[in-house]
């Protein structure tokens, strides 16, 4: 039993922490080829560059139940049929490690084998992942992948995969440059949002209380009244910095690779904890218990205060860190909202939230008669609290639904997430009434007027939304729009406001030789706000509608999680000489994007011939309809001009 509990724990140790250093100095290469047995199947050998001569694992080893080498395989529909085994004859060893039991491992040549049988279509060539365990002494490395592109013969082409060489860059038409593009959301109008967030942040148990006591410290218990007052400004500069500084890791990613914007915000596995995170800090803001950061992280920061430069940053910190079960909440929204609009808006609102967190503690400073004039703490900030976990579940609700949508689930079709916000709503409007009372309401305690006032809003703002959850055409809630599901993705047959388009570029390319018209294609995304304000807000007006009705419409989701069929995976180099992977729909055309338009945005719109030909220059979120119909015009007069 300790034998097995040791190697379990060194095991995920590694796993989990690895060692970096080593694994540099330790270069082990791996080169992969197939070769065809029968039809559909194919015996794939792998061999080895260990030019350090470290012990790499039998792959049929194990320790305890976990295996040293594996094959992963992009497809469930291919089969393994002979396992992975080694062709040469290797050393036994006692590995320091494990003494107890003892290993096959080579240090020199190595060659690998197994058989696989696709099920489906062949594909001209596929990236597997060969997982292997190597060591040497007391260094242990288990579960390391090594990705490897293999190709097939036989194997049919990328049936399916959209050409990706650039189209033309010179548009026939460019409108005379009047149609202009306004960005997804303006630094501005962001910074606006984190400010207004970090406002509400202010009112928070958590922060609200610390403004006079933290502001006194510096104008009372100082014997130098002047530099007391400096030091508060340089808290709230302290605090904005700490904030904008949460921003540096996103600009480093975004220099790497700039669609990981559009990653961070549809990725599954995310949504899905930002859901379940959300859902935990609104029970806690409801009262049934208290979130608190780890108490060592908290005083580590407050020993570390003093009356010096230094130590007012760490006081600033320490607020920070104090506040979180408050601010964090805001701040996910803030930094999953604006995920998809690069690293200078996520900047933006970051720097907007640390002003009105940072602000009023150098105001107060510099007029520390103005501290008379804030109201003092009471029951209201229970009550700013509770509302903040209403909204908290209003939110979650939003990246749950972008985990569905982007993965097909078909869990929370729109009317049932309107449904859900109704029943949020109306529980608000409920506790705001007094109806209903939560652990650290005073039950005896009345209804204030401004409550009153704020319950009426909220139910106002219900039965506006209420129409959602019906199959009418009063069902487009435009003031919302971006926050639910699309139109189509309805719990009814025949969506009254849903006019499907088509969702592949070649289908588009064939009815447009057909039918002889242009085609506009909307890069698009299940997870992406301003698409849906285009779809739900543009097109929806009648001189728009009947100029897209002469084009052929297609939508290309960029954020489409689904897996391609196998034999339409394949890896691309490009124009920058980065080879990447396409395995599903939404790979296929982020990629298809941004090498033909050198555009990673969306929405993104192109209007083109059935031979690749640009009408005229693409545009993105162009709110205004006016405008937009103006840019559909200019492709549709190209068009013509062409014909003739």
Not at 104 to 124: G, Q, R, W
Not at 280 to 288: E, P
Not at 600 to 626: E, I, K, R
Request: proline share 6%.
């Amino acid at each position: 039993m300790a034998s097995t509990m040791r190697i379990v724990s060194v095991i995920l140790l590694l796993v989990l922490f690895g060692s970096p250093s080593i694994a540099q100095e330790t270069p082990i290469a791996w080169k992969a080829t197939s070769t065809r047995v029968k039809d559909n199947s194919y015996r794939l050998q792998f061999t080895v560059t260990n030019p350090e001569q470290w012990q790499i694992y039998s792959p049929t080893a194990d320790f305890d139940g976990i295996p040293a080498g594996g094959l992963q395989l992009p497809d469930s529909s291919i089969r393994v049929i002979a396992p992975l085994q080694a062709l040469e004859k290797g050393n036994r060893i006692n590995s320091q490690l494990f003494p107890e039991k003892e290993y096959t491992v080579y240090t020199n040549e190595l060659t690998l084998t197994t058989e696989i049988e696709f099920t489906e279509a062949v594909p001209a060539e596929m990236e597997v992942g060969l997982m292997y365990t190597y060591g040497k002494n007391e260094a242990f490395f288990p579960g390391e992948v090594a990705t490897l592109n293999i190709s097939f013969e036989g194997g049919a082409s990328k049936a399916g995969a959209i050409k990706l060489e650039k189209l033309s860059s010179a548009p026939l038409n460019t409108c005379g440059g009047e149609i202009k593009t306004e960005e997804k959301g303006s630094i501005f109008t962001i910074f606006l949002l984190g400010l207004l967030g970090g406002l509400f942040a202010l009112l928070t148990p958590c922060v609200f209380p610390m403004v006079p006591l933290t502001v006194s410290y510096f104008t009372k218990h100082n014997d130098n009244k002047k530099r007391g007052r400096q030091l508060a400004i340089l808290y709230g500069l302290f605090i904005f910095l700490i904030y904008v500084s949460f921003s540096i890791p996103f600009h480093l990613a975004g220099n790497v690779d700039p669609t990981i914007y559009n990653e961070i915000a549809t990725n599954v596995y995310l949504n899905v904890a930002f859901f379940l995170i959300f859902l935990f800090f609104a029970i806690s803001f409801f009262g049934y218990y208290e979130i608190t950061l780890p108490g060592a992280l908290a005083n580590s920061t407050n020993a570390r205060q003093g009356s010096g430069i230094l130590g007012v940053f760490f006081m600033a910190l320490t607020l920070a860190i104090v506040s979180f079960s408050c601010t964090g909440p805001i701040l996910g929204t803030l930094l999953v909202g604006t995920a998809t609009e690069g690293a200078w808006p996520l900047t933006a609102g970051l720097a907007g939230f640390g002003v009105a967190l940072g602000l009023p503690f150098g105001l107060f400073a510099l007029f520390p008669q103005w501290l008379n004039s804030l109201p003092k703490s009471g029951s209201w900030l229970n009550t700013v609290k509770v509302v903040l976990g209403f909204i908290e579940l209003a939110l979650a609700l939003k990246f749950l639904s972008n985990a569905d949508l982007v993965s097909h689930w078909s869990l929370i079709k729109r009317e049932v997430f309107f449904g859900a916000w109704i029943l949020i709503f109306l529980g608000l409007t409920a506790y705001l009434m007094g109806w209903i009372r939560f652990p650290h309401d005073n039950p005896n305690e009345s209804v204030s007027k401004p409550r009153k006032v704020l319950a009426a809003a909220v139910l106002l703002f219900t039965v506006y939304i209420a129409p959602g959850v019906t199959n009418t055409r009063m069902a487009n809630i435009s003031l919302v729009s971006g926050f639910p599901p699309p139109l189509c993705y309805s719990i009814y047959a025949h969506p009254v406001n849903c006019e499907e388009p088509l969702k592949d570029f070649d289908a588009a390319v064939e009815k447009a030789k057909k039918e002889n018209k242009p085609i506009l294609i909307d890069f698009t995304g299940w997870a992406c706000v301003n698409c849906r304000k285009m779809e739900e807000n543009v097109w929806t007006q009648p001189n728009v509608q009947a100029l897209m009705a002469k084009y052929i419409l297609v939508s290309l989701y960029v954020d489409d999680k689904q897996l391609l069929p196998v034999d339409q995976q394949f890896s691309y180099t490009t124009q920058s000489g980065a080879r990447v992977s396409v395995k599903s729909v939404g790979d296929k055309w982020s990629l298809f994007q941004t090498e033909n338009f050198n555009a990673t945005s969306q929405p993104w719109y192109v209007a083109m011939t059935a031979d690749q030909q640009l009408l005229t220059a693409p545009v993105g979120y162009v709110p205004d309809p006016v405008a937009y119909a103006e840019w559909l015009s200019c492709g549709l007069n190209a068009f013509d001009s062409g014909k003739k």
